[in-house]
């Protein structure tokens, strides 16, 4: 099946230090959405996004939705030893209960 | 808010025997629900979506004779391996939506010896 290319692959990053991953598709999405998973466990959701040039914040986390709709970015600031784990970012076509379509995924290092 | 809650969590099973895993929406009533896989250091691929009351619909490349699934209620959908083999070892995670978004169960790892 599709997946969406979702770069970097992984991060190795210092505790404090700010992070960037995006995530590009081939094809439009009308929703993009942004997941964290931790190990043994179902992904959970960090931020959703609705709308073209959308730029939405849940805490420390700030994430866009690409004005040519292909295309999303996740900013974590000011990193903490909890968000280790791997971050997906996901498409879905249409608003509402339709099957979501994930990124490789970015797995997060935090080295002491 | 609400919540998805899959059963077991993990499994073993020799090769050959059939394993079912449940995928329970607790708070809201879910029409459609969603089943993935995901292998080690893998994404998650969408395996088939689960309809209520009717067959589901496998993506390509899933054996709808092998990966049975059944929602014949609006709270519970399972997934029965038929006839696992190791090569089926996998993570397996059911997803229902709510009104506006989709919450993922916790998962199942099932490892076939």
């Known amino acids: 099946g599709q997946q969406l290319n979702q770069s970097p692959q992984s991060m190795f990053i210092q505790e404090g230090e700010d992070v960037s991953m995006n995530c590009t598709s081939s094809?439009?999405?009308?929703?993009w959405l942004w997941y964290k998973q931790d190990p043994g466990e179902g992904p959970v959701l960090l931020i959703a996004l609705y709308k073209a040039g959308e730029l939405t914040s849940n805490g420390r986390l700030t994430a866009q939705f690409g004005i040519t709709r292909k295309d999303s970015f996740l900013n974590i600031s000011a990193s903490i030893p909890s968000d280790v784990g791997i971050y997906f970012c996901a498409g879905q076509r249409d608003f509402g209960n339709e099957k979501l379509t994930f990124g490789t995924g970015t797995r997060l290092t935090i080295i002491p | 808010g609400a919540v998805v809650s899959q059963h077991p969590s993990w499994v073993i099973c020799k090769s050959g025997t059939s394993v079912k895993i449940e995928c329970r929406s607790l708070d809201f009533q879910a029409t459609t629900m969603f089943w993935y896989r995901q292998f080690p250091k893998q994404s998650l691929m969408l395996m088939a979506t689960s309809n209520e009351g009717s067959k589901a619909t496998y993506e390509q490349g899933v054996e709808k004779d092998k990966f049975l699934i059944n929602h014949a209620s609006l709270t519970l959908s399972t997934l029965t391996v038929t006839s696992a083999h190791p090569e089926d070892s996998s993570f397996y995670i059911c997803?229902?939506?709510?009104?506006?978004?989709?919450?993922f169960g916790s998962g199942t790892q099932l490892s076939v010896l």
């Open positions: 997803s229902a939506g709510g009104r506006e978004k989709l919450f």
């Open positions: 094809s439009i999405f009308n929703t």
